[in-house]
């Protein structure tokens, strides 16, 4: 079993959609969760950290459930430039890298 | 720009060639990454070191792979002998741990294309 699995997608949605992506991890004493945002040919950058049960950030929600190992990341009113790869990253010791979910943000 | 910074950013090389690619971490953060990621998949881990201290290998890194981080301040890559299978983007990144809130921060990677 993968340390952390994201369902790959790709995921195609019309402007001003609500997204939903969900990552499940394998490691119940992962302690520390993130989501990376990585366009076509370009490193992975930091989009947000979730230490306790969730985080906010404008637009973006991520949530953890440490009882069924998964984390959410919600994103709202979908803009053209939140089409991209959005990786899910577990702390359980190692950084253990999900394959990633793939989003177009369609007009 | 105080990110973490790879070059060369671009490689292209005849297989049986070595090659070796460079990172320098944001200057504060004392642990370095190395990730290998292709097409359609998450960065694989390949190596980190805290400091100078290579404190962990992948087992999937072959003989061929080497990494340094002599004075824990820039690390060098070297894959020797490459093959056609080592095309890939690899990539740094450093954090400053350990810290149940360690966090990684990741450079703009080097593509490496075999021929």
């Known amino acids: 079993r993968k340390e952390v699995e994201q369902d790959p997608g790709p995921f195609n949605v019309p402007e001003g959609a609500t997204v939903a992506f969900n990552c499940t991890y394998s490691?119940?004493?992962?302690?520390?969760f993130f989501w990376y945002r990585q366009d076509c040919r370009k490193e992975p950058k930091l989009l947000m950290s979730v230490y306790s049960s969730g985080n906010e950030d404008g637009r973006f929600t991520a949530q953890l459930n440490r009882a069924s190992q998964y984390i959410s990341l919600l994103i709202r009113d979908s803009k053209l430039s939140d089409s991209a790869t959005y990786l899910c990253?577990?702390?359980?010791?190692?950084?253990?890298f999900g394959t990633g979910t793939s989003l177009t943000v369609i007009p | 720009d105080t990110g973490v910074s790879q070059d060369p950013r671009h490689k292209i090389t005849k297989r049986g060639q070595n090659v070796t690619f460079r990172c320098d971490p944001i200057?504060?953060?004392?642990?370095l990454y190395w990730y290998r990621q292709t097409l359609g998949q998450g960065p694989e881990f390949l190596t980190y070191f805290q400091n100078e201290a290579q404190l962990e290998k992948s087992r999937l890194l072959s003989d061929r792979f080497s990494a340094e981080r002599p004075k824990g301040s820039f690390s060098t890559l070297e894959i020797q002998r490459t093959e056609q299978g080592d095309s890939a983007m690899y990539l740094c990144?450093?954090?400053?741990?350990?810290?149940?809130?360690?966090?990684?921060?990741f450079g703009p990677g080097t593509r490496l294309l075999v021929l």
């Open positions: 990144a450093s954090s400053l741990g350990p810290s149940g809130r360690e966090t990684q921060y």
């Open positions: 990253v577990v702390n359980g010791g190692q950084f253990y």
């Open positions: 490691n119940s004493a992962s302690q520390s």
């Open positions: 200057s504060e953060h004392n642990r």
